[in-house]
């Protein structure tokens, strides 16, 4: 029997990880959520998730501040960063510190679970 994925997800908008939450339970993940960078440092070091879906601008730590963080703490999962349309200098700078694939708000909600899907499904192969 293959373990359950887990996903964290980071989102200042609590209608945003609701959503998320609810799409990737369907999908049988196991599903984290965290509000800010802060508290997704905290739950990735107690949990180490394999993917994390993470907003670019939050409030305090943004999207870009705590994958510095994440890379401090000798960890390397697969990131998705969430943008707004736009901001590709912010991309570009997150592709360079290891997100594996992003997407712009508003995205398609089966069109990010696919992203997700293909993300595994190359890490399981690369492992």
């Known amino acids: 029997m293959t373990k359950k ?3 964290l997800v980071v989102d200042d908008q ?3 990880r609701r959503l998320l939450f609810e799409a990737f339970r369907q999908d049988d993940y196991n599903v ?3 509000g800010s960078g802060l508290e997704a440092i ?3 070091k107690q949990k180490k998730p394999d ?3 993470m907003d670019m601008k939050m409030p305090g730590m ?3 501040e705590t994958l510095k963080e994440i890379k401090k703490l000798d ?3 697969n990131i998705i960063m969430m943008t707004a349309y736009g901001e590709v200098d912010i991309v570009s700078e997150a592709m360079n510190l290891g997100v594996k694939e992003y997407v712009t708000k508003p995205f398609d909600i089966n069109e990010l679970r696919e992203m997700v899907k293909k993300v595994v499904e190359n890490s399981e192969k690369a492992s």
């Open 5 to 7: 994925v887990e996903l």
């Open 14 to 16: 609590i209608g945003v």
């Open 32 to 34: 984290e959520l965290a």
């Open 42 to 44: 905290d739950k990735i």
């Open 51 to 53: 993917v994390i879906l």
């Open 62 to 64: 943004n999207g870009l």
């Open 75 to 77: 960890f390397n999962p």
